[in-house]
Nanobody
């Protein structure tokens, strides 16, 4: 399994930005797909964005144009840049890795509120 450690969450005002980081315990080019999910209060976990080992990205329609997923191979890190944040983006954000087995990070809280 892959150990994942997220960071970068916090409280931000509507319209603000945050960047989440997810550090993996092994080279991310050995992981078929990495991504970000979120779970809003009282709702189910949903996919936000993912990036394949080949670099192909997918972004959920609800955040397209505002969120970007990227990676730094040398740092074994995947990022989620979140711009123009809205209150409905409030959720616990989880990093996910699929390397045959699926692994999850511990989650990081993002709260968008004035």
């Amino acid at each position: 399994q892959v150990q994942l450690v997220e960071s970068g969450g916090g409280l931000v005002q509507p319209g603000g930005s945050l960047r989440l980081s997810c550090v993996a315990s092994r080279p991310i080019l050995s992981i078929w797909r990495m991504g970000w999910y979120r779970q809003p209060p009282g709702k189910e976990r949903e996919s936000v964005a993912n990036i394949s080992v080949g670099g192909t990205t997918n972004i959920a329609e609800s955040v397209k144009g505002r969120f970007t997923i990227s990676r730094d191979v040398a740092k074994n890190t995947v990022y989620l840049q979140m711009n123009a944040l809205k209150p409905e983006d409030t959720a616990v954000y989880y990093c996910n890795a699929n390397a045959g087995q699926v692994s999850w990070g511990q989650g990081t809280q993002v709260t968008v509120s004035s």
